[in-house]
């Protein structure tokens, strides 16, 4: 069974930073391409940022670039997304999604339960 | 980037009925490359159509996708409970992917 289960969100202060974490499990984690996408509170869904199963091909939202950066670690079957500059327009819930395209971000087939993050003073 | 538009915003409609979802796109989808979720209160969205008209592992036939070009539907032949929920669409033909506003199921 798929399963995709984020940590580390949490209250943090405008221009602060946190670091979410995503493991997985259940299918070969090194063969997928990963997603991260939000949702704010009562809102819809934005994709984020994106990751090939051997990181060779990276991407983001421009309302996150330069202030994001994902990363995975194929031997600890986990997926990464470090926020920095946060803002208050960050505030969200932050899924995990595989993504079974091989290059550029397409479908995310499995989700997980979303960790949140708001941003606050 | 492509923009989505989800209409009704709202649908309200009684079990065993049939439900007709329309997502418009503001440029044309390029290879069908349309998908739709579900979401319901609380949870994590879930994957029900991609390619505009295949279905996801495990979901039921009562859903169905259609449409091409700007045009795409998502169609629920007849409700069960369990499908009241939001449902999105979400293009993937053109980067950066882009979501819908979604379209709110009730209850009638």
């Known amino acids: 069974e798929v399963q995709l289960v984020e940590s580390g969100g949490g209250l943090v202060k405008p221009g602060g930073s946190l670091r979410l974490s995503c493991a997985a499990s259940?299918?070969?984690?090194?063969?997928?391409?990963m997603n991260w996408v939000r949702q704010a509170p009562g809102k819809g869904l934005e994709w984020v940022s994106s990751?090939?199963?051997?990181?060779?091909?990276?991407y983001y939202a421009d309302s996150v670039k330069g202030r994001f950066t994902i990363s995975r670690d194929n031997a600890k079957n986990s997926l990464y997304l470090q926020m920095n500059s946060l803002r208050a327009e960050d505030t969200a819930v932050y899924y995990c999604?595989?993504?079974?395209?091989?290059?550029?971000?397409?479908?995310?087939?499995?989700w997980g339960q979303g960790t949140l993050v708001t941003v606050s003073s | 980037e492509i923009v989505l538009t989800q209409s009704p915003g709202t649908l309200s409609l009684s079990p065993g009925e049939r439900a007709t979802l329309s997502c418009r796109a503001s440029?044309?989808?390029?290879?069908?490359?349309l998908a739709w979720y579900q979401q319901k209160p609380g949870q994590a969205p879930r994957l029900l159509i991609y390619?505009?008209?295949s279905r996801a592992t495990g979901i039921p036939d009562r859903f169905s996708g259609s449409g091409s070009g700007t045009d795409f539907t998502l169609t629920i032949s007849r409700l069960e409970p369990e499908d009241f929920a939001v449902y999105y669409c979400?293009?993937?033909?053109?980067?950066?992917?882009?979501f819908g506003q979604g379209t709110k199921l009730e209850i009638k």
């Open positions: 390619g505009a008209s």
């Open positions: 440029q044309s989808v390029s290879s069908s490359y």
């Open positions: 990751i090939s199963s051997s990181s060779s091909y990276i």
């Open positions: 979400q293009q993937y033909g053109s980067s950066p992917n882009t």
């Open positions: 999604a595989r993504d079974p395209a091989a290059m550029v971000p397409t479908i995310n087939d499995y």
């Open positions: 259940g299918f070969t984690f090194s063969s997928y391409s």
